[in-house]
């Protein structure tokens, strides 16, 4: 069994920067694909970025979001810079077993709980 705890949430101002950290227990094969998504009040989960051998991002993040993956740490890593007002959601962490690097919350077996993003303006 996996199990995913994500950490690095928090308060910034529009502009700042986080790193959202993904650790998880059990075995992760450098096989899985990673992903994370965010989900705002009132809105669907919407896909993040994932990442197998290399990396996927939303438009709506590209160029000020990396994802990247530590195997030897067993974790997952979103750093986030250049944040807006509308970044503000819980951001979850995901892994597939299948490792299809997919921008469907389907395709992922396991989940963390989340992390509370807020960006102030």
């Known amino acids: 069994q996996v199990q995913l705890v994500e950490s690095g949430g928090g308060l910034v101002q529009a502009g700042g920067s986080l790193r959202l950290s993904c650790a998880a227990s059990?075995?992760?094969?450098?096989?899985?694909?990673m992903g994370w998504f965010r989900q705002a009040p009132g809105k669907e989960r919407e896909f993040v970025a994932a990442?197998?051998?290399?990396?996927l991002y939303a438009d709506s993040v590209k160029g000020r979001f990396i994802i990247s993956r530590d195997n030897a740490k067993n974790t997952v890593y979103l750093q986030m810079s250049s944040l807006k007002p509308e970044d503000t959601a819980v951001y979850y962490c995901?892994?597939?077993?299948?490792?299809?690097?997919?921008?469907?919350?389907?395709?992922?077996?396991?989940w963390g709980q989340g992390t509370q993003v807020t960006v102030s303006s």
């Open positions: 995901a892994a597939d077993s299948r490792g299809r690097r997919s921008t469907m919350a389907t395709s992922y077996d396991y």
């Open positions: 059990g075995r992760i094969f450098s096989t899985y694909a």
């Open positions: 990442f197998r051998w290399s990396e």
